[in-house]
């Protein structure tokens, strides 16, 4: 079971571009405050501050838009993970239709060192606690 995780956003004009829809940047953004919030969400009863992540490759679909003051609803969850690498994945969501998908690929590092390191048990139970 693949637990999801679920944020809204209300898009406001500065999100808005020349053809009068989210613009594809917005989507960027968001996608890095969607993994923020979950992972402090994942670990506020087990804080993690020897690592951190950083992102080693994006890859969006855009499938309709999103226009001012509609409420986005941002799905997110964990795939596969190995080495020092982890799969997210977001839906972002208006009105009941699939706006856009994405998968990002973060890397873990070394929170000293800034040096890629292994993803440990500790980490994994609290990234797919029902895999």
């Known amino acids: 079971m693949t637990m999801k995780f679920e944020i809204k956003r209300i898009v406001k004009a500065v999100d808005i571009d020349d053809l009068n829809h989210v613009n594809n940047v917005v989507y960027v953004k968001w996608m890095e405050e969607v993994a923020f919030e979950h992972w402090q969400y994942l670990t506020k009863d087990h804080p993690l501050p020897a690592y951190i992540w950083v992102v080693v490759r994006h890859e969006i679909d855009y499938h309709k838009q999103a226009v ?3 409420e ?3 799905k997110t969850w964990v795939g596969k993970t190995i080495g020092f690498k982890s799969e997210r994945h977001i839906e972002f969501y208006s009105k ?4 856009v998908t994405s998968k990002t690929i973060w890397g873990m590092l070394d929170a000293k060192t800034y040096k890629p390191i ?10 797919q606690p029902f895999k």
């Open 68 to 70: 001012l003051n509609d």
């Open 118 to 127: 292994r993803i440990r048990e500790n980490v994994l139970n609290i990234l």
């Open 96 to 99: 009941g239709k699939l706006l």
């Open 72 to 74: 986005i609803s941002a």
